[in-house]
């Protein structure tokens, strides 16, 4: 007979992540981020923007505390992309979930 043991592998905390478990609900990044990738970003964080409630700020979306999840990731996978935070606010303002992405425009 043959035994086996069993391991827990928990993933490393990213720096300013709270402690609350919530950091293992990320949405794993692309290994690298194609033209497809950032475009399913900037409908993302269209899509998941930020609305103003009186409990406070919500996505618009599921009215979940914003930022989301997918808020989160499509800004992670944009600035992977090379757009800086001014930029993804632009994309986000603008309110078009098809924009082209042009980092440094």
Not at 31 to 42: H, I, L, M, N, W
Request: charged share 25%; net charge positive.
């Amino acid at each position: 007979m043959s035994s086996s043991t069993a391991r827990t592998v928990r993933p490393a905390t990213p720096l300013g992540a709270e402690e609350s478990g919530e950091t293992l609900r990320e949405i794993p990044l692309p290994p690298y981020v194609t033209g497809e990738d950032a475009q399913f970003a900037v409908r993302a964080v269209v899509v998941h923007a930020p609305r103003r409630w009186s409990g406070g700020t919500v996505c618009r979306n599921d009215a979940s505390p914003h930022p989301c999840r997918l808020h989160r990731w499509g800004r992670r996978v944009l600035a992977l992309r090379g757009l800086r935070a001014a930029e993804i606010d632009a994309l986000i303002e603008r309110g078009d979930p098809t924009a082209p992405v042009r980092p440094g425009a």
